[in-house]
């Protein structure tokens, strides 16, 4: 297996995974329950960690496809610019999902704010994921596309029946 088909299949992991764990993570806040509260912010730990080899071998799955013909140079770019920012947004997330699963065994007194700062970044973090999926998706779904994008590097298909 090479990076670009360890590219799309790991690509969705922290995109589920972040919204599944946020939404669980407010699930658990409101019904004040500590193992709900506990597996969400693991499952936001783990999305946020494999964001990173995601991101890496989105390098290498850049250069594979860049040159081929349907790939909108459009939307690899707008990708790439995307995928830096949730990057970030992702690990300070996962940092924070950590810090708070610390806190529930080593600082009590701290949970309730770091448990609402994991919520906060990675709501921002899952919705930084959005455009990027949605950019990452066009690279070569010409369907996708608006009428309005640029279409360089796109082969349209004319059928001659009519």
Avoid at 7 to 14: A, F, G, K, S, V
Avoid at 30 to 50: H, Q
Avoid at 145 to 150: F, I
């Amino acid at each position: 297996m090479d990076a670009t088909h360890a590219h799309l299949l790991t690509n969705h992991i922290p995109i589920l995974g972040s919204i599944f764990g946020v939404v669980l993570l407010i699930i658990g806040m409101l019904l004040k329950n500590k193992s709900v509260e506990i597996t969400a912010i693991s499952t936001i730990l783990l999305a946020s960690i494999f964001t990173i080899p995601v991101y890496l071998s989105g390098e290498e799955a850049e250069h594979k496809v860049e040159h081929m013909q349907g790939v909108s140079e459009h939307e690899l770019e707008e990708h790439e610019e995307h995928a830096e920012l949730s990057l970030w947004l992702m690990l300070v997330g996962g940092g924070l999902a950590l810090m708070t699963l610390a806190s529930y065994k080593m600082a009590p007194k701290l949970t309730k704010t770091a448990r609402l700062s994991t919520l906060i970044v990675m709501g921002v973090a899952f919705l930084s994921l959005i455009p990027l999926a949605n950019h990452g998706g066009k690279i070569m779904h010409s369907e996708l596309r608006d009428t309005g994008t640029s279409t360089e590097g796109v082969i349209e298909e004319h059928d001659d029946d009519d």
